[in-house]
């Protein structure tokens, strides 16, 4: 992994990648791969980040990340879109 890394390097800097732009991508595919990872779970992310949820929300608005595209389509329906079941209590 390590080569991998000096060879991206090396590439970007042949490329003339400044160093702002170089360390401002590698934060937002660092954040956007951990993101993904807990399918969007800011709380999740940060902790695995090592970071404060506020530190990450901050920091994802200064990269632009949208996370409601990372979050998962299929959500719970609502309430009013879900069968109704009636149970009966057992009697005691």
Known sequence: MKDQLE???????????????????FKKRFILT???????NQCK???ELGMHRNTLSRTMQEL???VRQLRSIAKRPPRSARPVTF????AR
């Open 7 to 25: 060879a991206l390097i090396f590439q970007m800097y042949k490329s003339n990648i400044l160093y702002s732009e170089a360390v401002r991508e």
């Open 34 to 40: 951990v993101l993904e990872e807990n399918k969007g």
């Open 45 to 47: 992310a940060a902790r």
């Open 64 to 66: 632009r990340i949208d």
């Open 87 to 90: 149970e009966k209590k057992a």
